[in-house]
């Protein structure tokens, strides 16, 4: 009867000891998935901050768009 009753527990024991090493490996593999996502973020604010930035902003209208600022002559009062 010992014999089996400490089995159970031996049984009990390695179980429990299986499921935490289970959970702590899903842990890390969360964990590094985060701190790839947390990378890409803050690559992308980076890109943002770049593409945003005055400097770029008249470069991309120079080179592409031609665009200039509304001038107080152009614009026209609507009256009801």
Do not use: H, W
């Not at 604010?45 to 902003?57: A, F, G, H, Q, V």
């Amino acid at each position: 009867m010992k014999v089996l009753f400490l089995f159970a527990i031996i049984t009990a024991v390695l179980g429990t000891k299986f499921i935490v090493s289970n959970q702590l490996n899903q842990i890390k593999k969360i964990e590094k998935e985060l701190f790839k996502i947390d990378n890409e973020i803050e690559r992308l604010k980076t890109d943002y901050s770049y593409l945003t930035s005055p400097k770029n902003l008249k470069k991309i209208n120079k080179d592409n768009l031609e665009l200039s600022p509304i001038e107080q002559k152009d614009i026209i009062k609507i009256e009801d």
